[in-house]
């Protein structure tokens, strides 16, 4: 079936420092999502995008759906300490109907 | 508010026992869905749905079941058949038009463990 490869799996930064993720798939998506999801919590909506080469902005971060519609990264602009959780992406692919998610990225921020 | 509300937020099972884990949205959402998430893996359907009284198997529904006998309701019952039950369990919902494209939205989980 589809699958989502997602990097980094975690990652530590200093407070301020820009952040980057990324997900790719081993075909072709038409919508990719990013979530964050806080321990003990559901996973919240950050950005949806529908279109190939679609560059996307919520605040300090920003995300975008890959020219070939196999990838998607997300940027966040100077972390903060409440940036600290799981940054899950996900995808809705041609052949199935299914929400397909990646493994996540642990963020972690040292204030 | 509109949202997604799960209950109870933590649920122990007994060996040999079903339970029965609630989710309820006043969002008018057609699609309601199942996800069981263990640590460090990415979410994993157990089953959804598209409209009321009916439901599909997603990719991990052996030993789960569910209903939906109302656009509102949509809960998920862990029977003893599971053997390894111990997990975070997601509900979430998606608007109309279909399941595909479509974002999903999140309750905020039932952590279930065994006794």
């Known amino acids: 079936g589809q699958q989502l490869n997602q990097s980094p799996q975690s990652m530590f930064i200093q407070e301020g420092e820009d952040v980057s993720m990324n997900c790719t798939s081993s075909s072709i998506f038409n919508t990719w999502l990013w979530y964050k999801q806080d321990p003990g919590e559901g ?11 679609e560059l996307t902005s919520n605040g300090r971060l920003t995300a975008q759906f890959g020219i ?15 940036d600290v959780g799981i940054y899950f992406c996900a995808g809705y692919g041609g052949s199935q109907g299914n929400l397909i998610f990646g493994k996540g990225t642990k963020l972690s921020v040292k204030p | 508010d509109g949202g997604i509300t799960q209950s109870p937020k933590y649920l122990f099972r ?5 339970v029965t884990l609630s989710c309820e949205q006043n969002l008018n959402h057609d699609a309601m869905y199942w996800y069981r998430q263990d640590p ?7 089953y959804y749905s598209q409209i009321v009284n009916d439901f599909q198997k997603g990719d991990i529904a052996e030993g789960y079941s ?10 998920l019952t862990v029977t003893s058949a599971q053997k390894n ?4 369990y997601l509900c979430a919902s998606s608007p109309p038009g279909g ?3 479509q974002p999903q939205h999140f309750g905020d989980g039932t952590r279930l463990s065994i006794l």
């Open chain 2, 85 to 88: 039950p111990t997990a975070f």
């Open chain 2, 14 to 18: 007994k060996e040999g026992q079903n």
């Open chain 2, 99 to 101: 399941i595909s494209n």
């Open chain 2, 40 to 46: 460090g893996q990415g979410l994993r359907l157990i």
């Open chain 1, 68 to 82: 070939t519609r196999k990838d998607s990264f997300l940027n966040i602009s100077a972390s903060i300490p409440s």
């Open chain 1, 43 to 53: 996973p919240v909506l950050l950005i949806a995008l529908y279109k190939a080469g």
């Open chain 2, 66 to 75: 569910v209903s939906r006998e109302k656009k509102e309701s949509f809960p």
